[in-house]
């Protein structure tokens, strides 16, 4: 008879819990768009006890002096590195490991999913106007600064006595990005310049790759919905033809532009982090980075680089790609209020993870490819 009673007693407690479980499953449904902040902000604690990310463009914060003698350095091998701080190395690793599991896992569970994705879906087509947008806007600060798509590289070294010409294509081209009218005949204009910067400052412009990755999206795309172009311009007669082309070539378009954004990004932390590391640790040692996080300070520049590859990397690839942008966008606001840098050139770095933030997944994506389905794709 208590047997009967216990088993009893237990179902009823089972079915009380599933109870309670459905009502906080109903509960998450209702408020997602707060659970999902909040779940955004739990993951991103969890890259609290990460080392932080040197992600400073090290160039915006340094002296001329000083970079040149950060680059007239030796860098130390990362091997080196590691076999000194092999212990720290072990232990960071599995962090890190772990760390990015556990928002996988919690991305791809289905239940977080179905909340998640109808406020998803909604956001993703405000992705190409931030990301036209934020495109627009730097190249006209490039114009107010006179440089080409950063401080470092002054407009009069590409231009020389033409630079005021420049300076006025730039800002027309950014006016015309930024309203959304003629969007791929400014696109096109951008392109020649970034190639004539190119032309002037070789491998080094691959830094800015974002910004081929901005242009194409938009010469894919076009100025999309929130543009002038839309208000202004005849209705084409084929409209009905450009509406169906639309939608199947702007996941090439995103993808473009997480591949040169991705780019951009390791390619920054390589020049400043293992080819001149000098850069990065006169940096350490300039703002006294150690008292904060103690660690050896090769060690710590190298962290820094592998993580920012990394991410480049996780952005090339499609994965976990809200997440990854996510971080990005916290770093670079830490890195601007620490080191106090230039902010105009930061524009285009907080656009593009945002536009992603907002667009997702593509089909080309890793994760896009694998977990997206009709009704649902991962959150983070």
Known sequence: MKIVCMKTNSGVQFFRYLTRLSCMFQFLRMYRHVTMIALFCLMLGAYLVLPTITSAHEVYVLSETEVSTALASSPKPMLSTIDENFQDFVIWTLISVASVAAVFFISVLRFVEDFCNPFLV????????????????????????????GPELPLTHSYGAYAPFAIAILALIGVMIIAGLFARIAA?????????????????????????????????????RFSLDRFLLPVPKHKHLLDTISPNITPYAFMVLRVFFGISLIYSSYYAKVLHSGLALTVVEKFDMLHYFPFEPHFFVMGAAIIEILAGVFFILGFEIRFTALFLCF??????????????????????????????????SVEGYFFKTKNREPIF
């Open 122 to 149: 909604h956001i993703k087509q405000y992705a190409p106007v931030t990301s036209r947008v934020a495109l627009g806007i730097s190249l006209v600060a490039c114009a107010i600064y006179q440089s080409n798509f």
């Open 188 to 224: 096109a204009l951008a392109l020649g310049v970034y190639f004539v910067a190119a032309y002037h400052h070789g491998w080094y412009i691959l830094s800015y790759a974002s910004y081929v990755g901005e242009i194409f999206a938009l010469l894919l795309v076009g100025a999309h």
């Open 331 to 364: 770093w670079l606001t830490l890195s601007l209020m620490f080191f106090g840098e230039v902010t105009w050139p930061h524009i285009i770095l907080f656009g593009i993870p945002i536009a992603f933030i907002f667009y997702g997944y593509d089909r080309y």
